[in-house]
């Protein structure tokens, strides 16, 4: 999957609740096939399982807890992930924080159930000690921006770049992402031009009046 590609985190906004979240991942697939454009679904936690199943649409996890298979109530296990028929997951995104040895744990046990993982950073030191651990992605995503109107491609121009050049003398296979404030093809036509290979986003398509049209717009970058 290493091409350029947009990810949807559909987080648990009431907007996607139920058979809304299910349209959403409609929607992605959709445009997907329409532009050729890879569009990862992230639906709701209890959702996933079902949207895969009904959509087809290619999904990942919101997050993964780092426990084994076994008496673990109220987690959720890679091999949970796997089985649900997501091909990969969100990991440490600054609303689900994780510590480093257990992000070091879950990169390795996702790579042994063929889960492709990004590890979510909210700098370049944290970006740096991620791709140290080898996921398939880096997601640097200021928390100061989630959710707000300026994308950090405008705000810190800068922190995707470094993150970019740092990374490639780390690991040269780990590609890097950038999210926060991401609403239009400019934002991502500007994160490419700075060396990501894509983009992680959510209100902009989920809370969104047409979320196939702002899907169909962003893959325009591209």
């Not at 569009?39 to 426990?67: E, F, H, K, R, Y």
């Not at 510590?99 to 909210?122: G, H, K, P, Q, S």
């Not at 300026?150 to 780390?170: C, F, M, Q, W, Y």
């Amino acid at each position: 999957m290493k091409r350029p590609l947009i990810v949807v985190n559909f987080k648990a906004y009431s907007e996607v609740c139920g058979e809304r979240g299910i349209q959403l991942a409609r929607d992605c697939k959709t445009v997907s096939e329409e532009t050729g454009v890879e569009i990862i679904a992230c639906p709701q936690m209890v959702d996933l399982a079902n949207t895969i199943a009904t959509t087809g649409c290619t999904a990942w996890s919101q997050s993964v807890d780092d426990v084994t298979p076994g008496g673990r109530t109220g987690h959720t296990t890679v091999e949970a992930v796997a089985g649900a028929g997501a091909s990969g997951t969100l990991i440490n995104h600054s609303e689900c924080r994780k510590l480093l040895f257990d992000m070091e744990d879950l990169v390795v046990r996702c790579r042994d159930n063929r889960i492709t993982t990004c590890v979510c950073t909210n700098n370049l030191g944290v970006s740096k000690a991620a791709a140290s651990l080898g996921p398939d992605y880096v997601a640097i995503e200021p928390p100061e921006l989630i959710g707000g109107d300026v994308s950090v491609t405008s705000a810190d121009p800068g922190i995707v770049s470094k993150t970019v050049d740092e990374l490639k003398n780390i690991d040269g296979n780990v590609s890097v992402l950038c999210g926060a404030g991401v609403k239009n093809s400019k934002d991502i036509s500007k994160a490419v031009e700075l060396g990501a290979e894509g983009v992680l986003l959510a209100s902009g398509v989920v809370k969104s009046k047409d979320p196939k049209a702002v899907l169909r717009e962003l893959t325009s970058a591209f």
